[in-house]
């Protein structure tokens, strides 16, 4: 692999052109899918191939943040400081929405949890698409191509804790489990015994995710393993080519093809508004791996989407594809914090004046173990017998919230009030059934495109979050947390009739950080959606999209996973289709 300077890349001619760019916290760009694309394409030594990443390499400064640290990573130089529209069900708040602006995309600065989603999820994609690809079966050989599964850092026995059956041992991206659980950490899987509704799920990544499981993460060694080992599997071959700092502005189109089917030849792109504008070309396809926002945002700006919007910035319409941009979906969270009478918890580690310095050493010696669970509401709730709510999730096996379970204080819109000891129960919406948008603002592409998740917009996400809160606050009255004198602490703790939770959530939540399905797929065909299931853009030639845009739904997971699997899908489809 050769990084290479404008000048030189804009003459040379390539098979195929993996656009990064602008993308959001928990999603990679160049980073997971696109970097799984490159790696892979570039094992056909007759194949060669661009990446080009608007962001920086990082030097590896990045690849060591840790879980629950990785704040220290989200300013500048490695974000893109996206802020959504005011959103009106979270009372008129703007929510931050930064980005991973660096080679590995937000593989490099998100918290690393690993999570597949349900077997419902991806059955329900084939089912959207006819395309049997994406159905579970299919797609777990795949999910266990990514990985290998490393011993915690202190080597302890991981028997029971994980079904070796499902996940692989041969796959560039390094994944582990806590570390000998301490402290109050004890207590996580012992409180789960003793509350109804409640129970142990062994392997949460398994396709049934329902129940509570120790949560997994993308690390080897006490090293964060980002999509980076990716393109480091390429770094000896010739035929893979590397453009830092290159945002793409538009695409180019084959001449008078937009008259015809238009058939995309390649990309135009700079490295800022004020610099010179450079072309590259693809004679195979041009793959874009931008994220959820900046996929949408490029074929916007190249005319591919709803008529009306594009004549009214002066945009030429290549392709009337109303749904581009349409539909985007966002897990929601809340943060709900308990005082314990205990100096056992992580916020002895996090407030240590040193922290950013020692976070290696700390993860590999005083590492915090996370449980995860997934949950559903009674079938029997009354909010499912209301005109209009529907059920959003893909099925019975698959959850409609979570909830996050650690020591600690952790919270983002109340800073930590350097006092007391935490316990944290994080919970957050899986299943959002309102839709958002991302549209230009006008036709510079150096402008930021207007985001609005519509974040809590319908009655059902907003039950959801509710049922989420009463649900931890159920954890916490686990009799093994007694002797710690839990205490509900902050705006947490005065909100207990159904209309106090709902201001409480509609306060308190934030975005997950987890945007998708704004270039949704659908089957061959279909007049709805944007991709056909070979993840082509509808009706244009030469031009596939591989990222958290691609979804139909919003998987019941955090999604860095569910997008290498597109990643290692779209290369399969890819490779297949362009044989030689």
Known sequence: MTTLDFTAVSQKEYDFIIVGGEHLFKFTVAGTAGAVIASRLSENPDFKILVLEAGGRGDGIVETIVPLLASQAQGKPYNWPYVTESQAGLQGRTVSYPGGKVVGGSSMVNFMFTTRGSSEDWDRLAKATGDEGWAWESILPLAKKIETWVPPTDGRDTTGDYDPEAHGDNGPVLISLPNSVSGLNKKLMQAVQEVDGFSYNKDINAGSPLGVGWLPSTHGGGVRSSSNTYLKLAEGRANLDLVTGAQVTKLIFAPDSEDKE????????????????????ASKEVILSAGSIGSPKILLLSGIGEKSALESLDIKVVKDLPDVGKNLRDHTMTFNQWTVDTKETRDE????PEVGAAAQQLFGTKQTALAIGFFRIPETDPIWSK???????????????????GDGYVGVLQPDPNVKNFFTVAAAN????????????????????????????EEIDVHIAIEAVKKARAYMTAPVYQAYNPIEWGPHA?????????????????????????????????????LDPDLKVKGVKGLRVADASVFPYSPAAHPQIPVYIVGERAAEIIASQHRK
Do not use: C, M
């Not at 238009?262 to 070309?281: C, H, L, N, Q």
């Not at 005109?387 to 379970?405: F, K």
């Open 262 to 281: 238009p058939a995309v030849v390649g990309v135009e792109f700079a490295s800022d508004a004020e610099s010179p504008r450079f072309e590259v070309k």
């Open 349 to 352: 580690i996090s407030r240590d």
């Open 387 to 405: 005109p209009g709510i529907q059920d959003t999730s893909a099925g019975l096996n698959t959850p409609q919230y979570e909830l996050l379970l």
């Open 430 to 457: 899986l299943a959002p059934s309102a839709r958002g948008s991302v549209t230009l603002k006008s036709n510079d592409p150096f402008e930021a495109a207007l985001v609005d998740p519509n974040l809590l917009g």
């Open 494 to 530: 005065t909100a207990h009739t159904d209309e106090e939770l709902e201001a409480y959530v509609r306060s308190n939540s934030i975005t997950v950080w987890h945007p998708t399905s704004t270039l949704a797929l659908s089957s061959k065909g279909s007049p709805d959606g944007v």
